[in-house]
């Protein structure tokens, strides 16, 4: 069965990110609603989103609109029909009559419903029409949410059923998991669970939220909202009427039904308005004071709001073990509440699927944890968690462990797809090396290195790996949300703090000779990025011969927004790419000019599409819709690529003088009016340097050491003062640039 137009019928959130992912992917997509009015207003969201919902907003135009009334024809057409209305059964009956009757034989039907099990969904359907229905359950926002949940029962046509999980897999770069149909399906089954655990267990020890979230957060592989942030991001009364859909829905004997008993104090914030962001607050609000905006806590107990307090937990990595046989206060909560989780999805299965793998990839793709229950056992070790837990009564699963205790129970991930992933390989991987930045793996005939840390920041370990894995073709990749958010800005401040600028100095020359060791090594390197690119990060990217990027990209050089330049190479890339354009050998100052203000204003892409224009990505470089396809696509750029020579070296003519003289014009109408300061003027003066090659003339031939060096010499200039250090801590300890 091939699909190769799709109606979605509601223009809202879900329908909107549908409609718009349809369109990312080439495939011709209608919008109705009730009125076309609606619809169009829906379009130009979906064209002005933030973040953006297409790839490339050239191809808003794809998206057609309509109504339900005047349009409905285009159902005939149709080869899937995604229903995204409101949740009110009524409704959404009305409009299957109206599908059916209009729909071309066979074509699929569905319902992006989060909580409406199919047996009512269908409950008014003949059983030829049964067979094409089903849940595809999109998570929100659709463009960056790997996990789709396609809902099956026994009255489906299961080749229908897979021949849809394939083109979602293959067309919409989903990870698409068939499941059964259960109450919150799969991953909101165990992720609303979890939250809920976490909640009530901080109130049970009498925790504060930021001690709760530090712990629910980045130390157990969870976002780092952790569960009241969460709570707040998506709404506290939203989350009110999810648990009251699981109490209705579940058996009274759920251990669900004990955690989901609604709480005096979050029935007290709905009522007065404290529903979350959208709302006067919630949990955390943001209060002012004079001109200053202060972000604030509730008390769990009193109810009233103070400053928040920064936890420090002193871990910069998951580790679950270690973080549950701390003998503290946060030691026994991760216990309990990880425990607790364990306990509960083990008890799901088979219930909800008989791959209880499925359960942890829907918790990855899905809610963004690193690992899912069953990793979480695995982890912990199968003997320490029978030690530890005290009673596991009608779980079969755990029943079954707790005899064989085979603490190789876990076997083959990602069984939801055939795509030999990078999560699939590494069990058989050779690990060659780890410190505490990065690892290396040896597959077949080639290296993979994986950075490590978070954001996978850069600092000399990473330089470190790299360079050592360059003695085979090498891939570049993680399974962590970004590629490399750029250098370890707080290892490199560790240094200033002291004034030891000798040893930034060091580590910068040392990112550069490992980036010109991956350019020009003997054995071909590919980056496979997903996520944030940025910074260090890109010239890691950029400085590899091959690329095999996702389409949920962030990428660029952001260096000025912390008052630096880029040092790793960007600068010299950058040129490079530029020169090589049709106006630049017409004119010697084009490729600089164009640099200085991709650079300057630290231009970032949001997708391979928006890159290209940039110069960030080449028209060659692979551009992959599902990033479980990113090992396969570098290891086949590695295969295809046994002759591979090294690019020659780059040798550079710049203008000097008069080029920075022009590039110092477009500062100075920036500072007058104001749209730039004095370290605005400072930071772009340096850039220019760089761009202009320094103290050259257009005759001499500079070679990519010379831009190297250009490069370090005015990051050093700028880390040394105390503006740029200033800008730096600020982004440290808020997270935004400081603007001023």
């Avoid at 206060?329 to 364990?342: L, M």
């Avoid at 570049?476 to 800005?489: R, T």
């Amino acid at each position: 069965m091939e699909i190769k137009k799709v109606v979605v019928i509601g223009s809202g959130t879900m329908g909107s990110g549908i409609a718009a992912h349809l369109c990312n992917a080439g495939i011709p997509v209608t919008l109705l609603d009730l009125t076309t009015e609606i619809s169009e207003k829906a379009r130009e969201r979906i064209h002005k989103s933030r973040p953006p919902l297409l790839i490339d907003k050239s191809k808003i135009n794809n998206i057609n609109v309509g109504n339900i009334e005047e349009n409905f024809d285009v159902v005939k057409d149709a080869d899937w029909v995604v229903e995204a209305v409101v949740e009110r059964i009524d409704i959404k009956h009305n409009i299957y009559e109206k599908i059916f009757k209009n729909r071309k034989k066979g074509a699929i039907v569905s319902s992006n419903t989060s909580s409406i099990p199919i047996k009512v969904l269908s409950e008014k359907l003949n059983d030829e029409e049964k067979k094409d229905f089903c849940i595809t359950h999109f998570f929100n926002p659709v463009r960056y949410m790997g996990l789709l949940e396609i809902v099956k029962n026994e009255n489906n046509d299961l080749n229908k059923i897979n021949s849809l999980k394939k083109f979602c897999e293959v067309e919409l770069g989903k990870g698409a998991i068939v499941c059964n149909d259960t109450p919150g399906f799969l991953g909101n089954r165990i992720g609303v669970y979890a939250m809920q655990v976490a909640m009530t267990e901080a109130f049970k020890m009498k925790l504060s939220i930021e001690e709760a979230d530090a712990v629910f957060g980045r130390p157990m592989g969870i976002p780092k909202t952790g569960v009241f942030g969460l709570y707040d991001l998506i709404g506290i009364d939203l989350m009110a009427d999810v648990l009251k859909s699981f109490i209705k829905e579940l058996s009274e004997k759920d251990e669900f039904q004990i955690v989901a008993k609604e709480i005096p104090l979050v029935k007290k914030l709905i009522e007065t308005g404290y529903t979350g962001r959208k709302g006067k607050g919630g949990f955390y609000r943001m209060n002012k004071s004079g001109d200053q905006k202060i972000l604030e806590a509730i008390n769990l107990e009193t109810g009233k709001y103070s400053a928040t307090k920064k936890i420090d937990l002193g871990i910069e990595t998951v580790d679950i073990s270690n973080l549950i046989n701390r003998k503290d206060k946060f030691g026994e909560y991760a216990w309990i509440v990880i425990s607790k989780i364990i306990k509960y999805a083990s008890s799901l299965v088979p219930g909800i699927t008989d791959q209880f793998n499925d359960i942890d990839e829907a918790m990855r793709l899905g809610f963004n944890w690193a690992m899912g229950p069953f990793e979480m056992l695995k982890s912990i070790g199968v003997k320490n968690f029978f030690e530890r837990i005290d009673s596991f009564e009608n779980n079969k699963f755990l029943e079954n462990l707790s005899k064989t205790k085979d603490e190789n129970f876990y076997g083959e991930r990602q069984l939801y797809t055939d795509i030999q992933t990078l999560g699939k390989i590494r069990p058989s991987a050779i690990k060659l090396d780890k410190n505490n930045s990065a690892e290396i793996h040896r597959f077949k005939d080639f290296n993979i290195v994986e950075f490590t840390t978070k954001a996978c920041a850069l600092d000399y370990d990473s330089m470190d790996a790299l360079k050592n894995a360059t003695d085979k073709p090498l891939i570049v990749i993680n399974e962590s949300m970004q590629f490399s958010a750029g250098v370890n800005l707080s290892y490199t401040m560790n240094f200033a703090d002291k004034g030891d600028f000798k040893s930034i100095e060091k580590f910068i020359k040392y990112f550069q000779d490992t980036c010109k060791t991956l350019k020009y090594s003997k054995h071909p390197v590919v980056s496979a990025p997903s996520g944030l690119t940025l910074g260090g990060g890109f010239e890691v990217l950029v400085q590899s011969n091959f690329v095999a990027s996702h389409t949920n990209l962030v990428i660029g050089l952001v260096e000025t927004i912390v008052g630096l330049v880029p040092a790793g190479g960007g600068c010299k890339e950058m040129l490079w790419r530029w020169s090589q354009t049709e106006e630049a050998k017409s004119d010697p100052d084009y490729a600089p000019l164009k640099v200085f203000d991709i650079i300057g204003y630290a231009k970032t892409a949001t997708s391979p599409i928006e890159a290209e224009p940039l110069k960030y990505l080449r028209t060659e470089d692979r551009k992959i819709m599902n990033r479980n396809s990113l090992f396969e696509e570098a290891k086949n750029l590695i295969n295809q690529n046994n002759d591979f020579v090294p690019p020659e070296e780059c040798k550079f003519k710049l203008s000097g003088k008069p080029l920075k003289d022009k590039m110092i014009k477009v500062l100075e109408k920036l500072y007058n009016e104001k749209i730039i300061l004095d370290h605005g003027m400072h930071v772009g003066t340096e850039l220019a340097n760089v761009l202009s090659g320094g103290d050259t003339t257009i005759e001499k031939a500079l070679s990519e050491d010379d831009l190297y060096k250009l490069e370090l010499d005015s990051f050093m200039r700028l880390i040394e003062t105390k503006q740029t250090q200033e800008r730096i801590r600020h982004t440290l300890s808020t997270g935004k640039p400081l603007i001023n």
